[in-house]
Structures are given as C-alpha cells and as structure tokens.
C-alpha cells in the first residue's frame, strides 16, 4: 500500500523548526529592534537573560515534544504488539486491527501489511481444512468403495477352490487370498489412521497398569506366535509395576501393531522377546528377523507405524527403533 505521510519526516520536521526558528527570530530581533528600546541601547546583562530565556524555551519544548511524541509512538506500537501476541496467548488467529487510511503512516503500513498477513493465514487455513475433510470423505469412501470388490474376489476364489485344479492353480488361489487379506488390513489401517488424525477416534486416557496390560495383551497373541512356532521369551515381573496415563486401547493397538509386524516381517527368526522393565518404565519387544531395512513381500507404507507413533505421541510416550541385519529392538518409553 502507498504511503501517504511519514511519521518521522513530521518528527524532524517539527524539532527542526523549534531549535532553528527560535534563535532566527532572536537573531532578527537583536538586529532590527535592539539597536534602540525607548531610546536607550539594550545593555549585555539584558541580552544574556533574553538569550537564556529563549534556548531553555527550546530545551523545554525539545523534550515535550519528543516525549509526546514517543508516548504515542509507543502506546501505537504496544497495541500492535498486544495484536501480534493474541495468538500465542490464546492459540488463534489474532484480530485485525484498526487502520486510518486517510494518515497511512509508517506504523499504519505496518498494521495494514499485518492484517493481510492475518487474512492470508486464515484463507489457508480455511483451504487447508476443506482439503482435510475432502480428503478424509475420500478416504473413507474409497474404504468403504474398494471392500465391494475384495469380497467379490474373495468368493470366486473360494468358489475356484472347490474345482478340481492343480498344484500350482491352488498356490496360486491361495495367494491371491492372502492378498486380498493384506489388501483389507492395509484399507483398516489407513481408514483408522484417518480418523485418529481427525480426532475421531475416541481418547479416554486413564491410570493404567501397564504389567497388566502386557500380560493381557500377550495371552491374546500367544495362539498366533504358537502356530508360527516363534519361540516367546517374555520377562513380566508378577510382583511390580508401574502405571502410564495412557489409554488402555490405544495401548493395546499399539501393540497388536507390533506383534503384527513380527508375524508378517520377522516370523522367519522363530523368537521374540518381551520385557517389561519397571525400573525404567519401559516395554520393549525384539525379534531375530531380517530388520526394518531389508524388503518384504509384506511390507506396507508404513500406516500401522504412523498411528502407533501418533497415538504414543499423544500419551506423550515415545518408541525408540534399534534394527539391523539381527532383528529389531523397540523400547516404549515416556517423552
């Protein structure tokens, strides 16, 4: 925006004409009008107190002026700074603030140029919103769209395993089967991660025994490591442990997440460990597969991962990875 009026230029402005016009005037005055007064000469005594009189004039002005001045300056200012910190003090957008167009100065450009900052922000904000929900009505649309399709799939190969087929024909059905499972898992996962992410998956934190937990979860998972022969070497204290203010499904999730991704990825090691420490308040699985690096047929894009990462986040916990060509360490621990 153009300006129109410079603040400082009618600073200057004004302090230049009281320290210059005074001493002009006196300058005038001595040489017109103090070469005689009523007929007698205008003694040096006279013309000092004249003269003091006027430069503390100048001084005293001087300083009104200029506190004047930046008492408004300031009071300006600190209302634009009071406008700038009402988002961090209530976590919104702060409000425009009041512009006199006709003055247009240097604070005014600056208050002009903050509230099209204010209204850039809140048109992003407002595009980003719509694009979240569009994009999380297509999500589940697409969820909901796609499972039409995979069950249809799933009957004719059901259907085909009925027929009299070869060897190869079956290992083939049964893949195809297996896929169609994935398919549906990774479909779960992401229409899941989509509604945590939009804050409608319900959080209901609480005290939680953790020890509890564990065993509860691993009693669950036990049939499925058992069928798998992996081999369970589980440390869980019966006599101590330690409380999180965490929500007991989510944690539950988040671990069936991890027992999910040793039975796809790591089953091939036959071992997993489980450890729950009290002492540092911590939960840690390892397993002997080929490590979080190497390829998978069954590796996905990571969904599972990033709603486990987000919901320890949100517990304000965290899950340190340790992988390499040994296996993979995780230790579930406090932020």
Same mark, same amino acid.
């Given at each position: 925006m153009k300006q129109t009026r410079s603040l400082f230029r009618r600073f200057l402005k004004v302090h230049f004409l009281f320290i210059f016009l005074p001493p002009i005037v006196l300058i005038f005055f001595s040489a017109f009008f103090g070469s005689s007064i009523n007929g007698a000469k205008l003694n040096t005594l006279n013309l000092f107190y004249v003269t003091l009189l006027l430069f503390s004039f100048i001084i005293v002005a001087f300083v009104v002026i200029s506190w004047l001045f930046f008492l408004r300056l300031r009071k300006r200012l600190t209302r634009l700074q009071e406008a700038m910190s009402y988002s961090a003090n209530h976590n919104s957008f702060p409000k425009p603030i009041s512009v006199q167009s006709d003055r247009m100065d240097e604070i005014d450009q600056l208050g002009s140029s903050f509230n099209w900052m204010i209204q850039q922000l809140e048109d992003s904000r407002k595009r980003e919103y719509e694009e979240e929900l569009l994009r999380h009505r297509l999500i589940a649309n697409l969820s909901h769209d796609l499972r039409t399709p995979l069950t249809i799939l799933r009957g004719h190969v059901t259907r085909l395993n009925k027929e009299s087929i070869s060897v190869k024909g079956q290992s083939s059905l049964t893949e195809i089967n297996h896929?169609?499972?994935?398919?549906?898992?990774?479909?779960?996962? $992401?229409?899941?991660?989509? =509604?945590?992410?939009?804050?409608?998956?319900?959080?209901?934190? @609480?005290?939680?025994? &953790? #020890? !509890?937990?564990?065993?509860?979860?691993?009693?669950?998972w036990y049939p499925v490591f058992e069928e798998k022969e992996i081999q369970l070497d589980i440390d869980l204290p019966t006599e101590e442990t330690f409380y999180w203010e965490a929500d007991p499904k989510w944690m539950t999730r988040i671990l069936d997440n991890l027992f999910q991704n040793?039975?796809?990825?790591?089953?091939e090691g036959k071992y997993v460990n489980i450890v729950v420490d009290v002492e540092k308040e911590q939960i840690i699985v390892a397993d002997r597969g080929?490590?979080?690096?190497n390829s998978s047929y069954e590796r996905g894009a990571g969904i599972g991962l990033s709603t486990?990462?987000?919901? $320890?986040?949100?517990?304000? =916990?965290?899950?340190?990875?340790?992988?390499?060509?040994?296996? @993979?360490?995780?230790? &579930? #621990? !406090?932020?």
């Amino acid at each position: 925006m153009k300006q129109t009026r410079s603040l400082f230029r009618r600073f200057l402005k004004v302090h230049f004409l009281f320290i210059f016009l005074p001493p002009i005037v006196l300058i005038f005055f001595s040489a017109f009008f103090g070469s005689s007064i009523n007929g007698a000469k205008l003694n040096t005594l006279n013309l000092f107190y004249v003269t003091l009189l006027l430069f503390s004039f100048i001084i005293v002005a001087f300083v009104v002026i200029s506190w004047l001045f930046f008492l408004r300056l300031r009071k300006r200012l600190t209302r634009l700074q009071e406008a700038m910190s009402y988002s961090a003090n209530h976590n919104s957008f702060p409000k425009p603030i009041s512009v006199q167009s006709d003055r247009m100065d240097e604070i005014d450009q600056l208050g002009s140029s903050f509230n099209w900052m204010i209204q850039q922000l809140e048109d992003s904000r407002k595009r980003e919103y719509e694009e979240e929900l569009l994009r999380h009505r297509l999500i589940a649309n697409l969820s909901h769209d796609l499972r039409t399709p995979l069950t249809i799939l799933r009957g004719h190969v059901t259907r085909l395993n009925k027929e009299s087929i070869s060897v190869k024909g079956q290992s083939s059905l049964t893949e195809i089967n297996h896929t169609i499972t994935r398919v549906g898992d990774l479909m779960d996962d $992401l229409l899941s991660y989509t =509604l945590l992410t939009s804050g409608k998956y319900p959080f209901e934190p @609480t005290s939680t025994d &953790i #020890g !509890r937990l564990i065993r509860a979860s691993v009693a669950a998972w036990y049939p499925v490591f058992e069928e798998k022969e992996i081999q369970l070497d589980i440390d869980l204290p019966t006599e101590e442990t330690f409380y999180w203010e965490a929500d007991p499904k989510w944690m539950t999730r988040i671990l069936d997440n991890l027992f999910q991704n040793i039975i796809r990825h790591a089953a091939e090691g036959k071992y997993v460990n489980i450890v729950v420490d009290v002492e540092k308040e911590q939960i840690i699985v390892a397993d002997r597969g080929p490590g979080m690096n190497n390829s998978s047929y069954e590796r996905g894009a990571g969904i599972g991962l990033s709603t486990s990462n987000y919901m $320890l986040k949100k517990m304000k =916990l965290k899950a340190d990875f340790t992988s390499n060509d040994n296996g @993979t360490r995780v230790a &579930i #621990g !406090r932020a």
